[in-house]
């Protein structure tokens, strides 16, 4: 099984700029782009937070229609710039939303390696968090298929990276999942967004990561104390593909026109 990731989009209302600068939606284009040419086709994709840059219902009208040119069926989760109600509303008829409560929370059974969902967004915050109720569920849907290799999906990453202003804008309740997850050994990956760069730790027996953004990258900048700010490196995305006897395996790719590709060995 293949599985695309792309995040934090930062969509905005056609002709508006992300920080003044950043002209989000032809990047989405591209990205989508992407995906529907490679080949092999992932079998989905997970799209994982800051779908949009400001929650609202216009933001996500162009999500959809620009969404909707993936050939493949893809599945969302809220980041900290997302509204739960406008996107769900945008995208209702995605029939994976729980019913009733508030947390995004939801469970994939419909593909070899079982898909759950983490809303981990705090309405106001650029933070986030792992509550006591979602331990609480995840925990549950976790002991139902014991066996079955499972991915969780979320928008904040559950570990710090060094990046202070973006740490500080981390996820609160880390050791609550990890004391879940632990038990869980068929956890194969946690796969997040959030930080607009592509990072790896070791998280409670298993591996955590961010994928890069398909806009905008944050600087990597690990002086303590350093300002937040961003830079116009290339956009990606990851490529997670499931192998029998292995397990995981990513690979990150840059979105652009590049060069090549050409033979390691010259025509004679």
Not at 59 to 82: C, K, S, V
Not at 150 to 156: L, P, R, S
Not at 169 to 198: I, K, S, W
């Amino acid at each position: 099984m293949l599985i695309a990731q792309i995040t934090d989009m930062h969509l905005k209302p056609e002709g508006q700029l992300a920080y003044g600068r950043v002209d989000t939606g032809p990047y989405l284009r591209r990205a989508v782009a992407e995906l529907a040419r490679l080949d092999p086709q992932p079998d989905i994709a997970l799209i994982t937070g800051d779908l949009v840059d400001a929650g609202v219902p216009e933001e996500y009208a162009l999500l959809r229609t620009i969404l909707a040119e993936l050939p493949m069926p893809f599945f969302l989760i809220p980041g900290n710039h997302d509204a739960r109600g406008p996107l769900v509303e945008a995208f209702r008829h995605h029939t994976y939303w729980p019913a009733g409560g508030d947390l995004l929370n939801y469970v994939v059974d419909d593909y070899p390696v079982r898909l759950i969902a983490l809303d981990t967004t705090i309405p106001g915050s650029p933070a986030g968090e792992f509550s006591a109720a979602s331990g609480g569920w995840l925990a549950a849907k976790l002991a139902e298929e014991p066996e079955r290799p499972t991915i969780i999906f979320m928008h904040h990453p559950p570990f710090t990276t060094g990046i202070a202003h973006m740490d500080r804008m981390g996820l609160a309740g880390t050791d609550r999942l990890a004391a879940v997850v632990a038990r869980h050994p068929q956890v194969e990956r946690v796969l997040c967004g959030h930080l607009h760069r592509p990072i790896q730790a070791r998280f409670a027996g298993t591996l955590a990561s961010t994928a890069p953004a398909t806009a905008h990258q944050v600087t990597l900048d690990l002086k303590p104390g350093a300002r937040g700010t961003f830079i116009m490196e290339p956009p990606g995305y990851q490529l997670h593909r499931l192998q029998e006897g292995v397990g995981v395996v990513s690979h990150t790719a840059m979105i652009g026109d590049f060069a090549g590709p050409y033979p390691f060995r010259a025509a004679s």
